[in-house]
């Protein structure tokens, strides 16, 4: 996988290094990684950054226990690699943490979750052609070897880094309806009406899916009074007549968009693709 994906509108980016093992460097023994962003995300500022890295033990080492159960501190460290006033590669840290994992989790491997909202908001407002990092993971007592799998691993390209950049953008606030009425529930309207509704897929149990979590999906409720908000008027004028078997005008979706879903496949795959007809957009009389 590679390129970027952008999910539900700029409200979620995913950024995925290039695979072009000719672009890629080291930095003082470290593979540097090469996030790329497009310049219409660019344009946005950064809500939140998280960068995600698949841990794993590259082999146990002598004379170690092979206990699952024994549990080892992992100091993980996130550096930026630019260049000083000299134009020499220079590496500026932004993260410096550790976490307990237990050895069962990194003899499958395990996926940790690192904030870089500071080095990808940094970027965001100079940025440069690439955004190359580099990560050091390692035991704090140095008991094992782990590795971070790379993108010029032909083995492992379903388990390479990736970031997940949450965007503030004020332009998809603006109101993109010609027609209809939006309501709350609060709202004392008893006529067709868009209202809010928040799914969550983590609640479905749908934890194949890695974003969006939550997405605004919307639906139409309400009364449908005569040439209310009608698109076919011809609906009601059929229901007075009541011919047999004919029904009334109803509120339903007027207009309707897509989002694009990031998910995992049978094989583990992080595959993305856009789904139609997800979120209400208007509603109407029809």
């Not at 209809?180 to 004392?188: I, L, P, R, S, V």
């Not at 078997?245 to 094989?267: E, V």
Request: net charge neutral.
């Amino acid at each position: 996988m590679r390129g970027d994906v952008c999910v539900d509108g700029d409200s979620y980016h995913y950024s995925f290094p290039s695979t072009d093992t000719r672009r890629h460097s080291h930095f003082k023994g470290l593979k540097v990684i090469n996030f790329r962003f497009s310049n219409k995300v660019l344009q946005n500022e950064v809500d939140e950054a998280v960068l995600n890295i698949h841990l794993q033990e590259l082999e146990p080492r002598q004379n170690t226990t092979s206990d699952p159960d024994e549990y080892f501190t992992v100091t993980f460290q996130v550096n930026r690699v630019t260049r000083n006033s000299q134009g020499n590669k220079a590496s500026v840290p932004y993260t410096d943490n550790s976490v307990k994992m237990s050895r069962r989790d990194l003899k499958v491997g395990k996926w940790l979750k690192i904030n870089v909202t500071n080095m990808v908001a940094e970027f965001f407002r100079l940025p440069r052609e690439n955004l190359a990092i580099v990560v050091r993971v390692q035991d704090s007592k140095n008991r094992m070897s782990l590795v971070v799998p790379h993108p010029t691993s032909e083995l492992n390209n379903d388990l390479i880094p990736y970031i997940e950049v949450s965007l503030r953008d004020n332009s998809h606030k603006r109101t993109r309806r010609t027609i209809g009425m939006d309501c709350t529930e609060n709202t004392k309207e008893v006529r067709c009406c868009r209202y809010p509704l928040v799914v969550n897929f983590e609640e479905f149990g749908w934890d194949w899916i890695i974003a969006p979590k939550l997405y605004d999906a919307n639906y139409c409720s309400g009364e449908c009074p005569f040439s209310f908000l009608q698109k076919f008027p011809h609906t009601h004028i059929v229901h007075l007549a009541a011919p047999q078997g004919s029904g009334g005008p109803c509120c339903a979706p007027r207009r309707m968009s897509s989002i694009t879903m990031l998910y995992f496949n049978h094989d583990l795959e992080i595959i993305y693709g856009s789904i139609p007809g997800m979120v209400v957009e208007s509603c109407g009389c029809s």
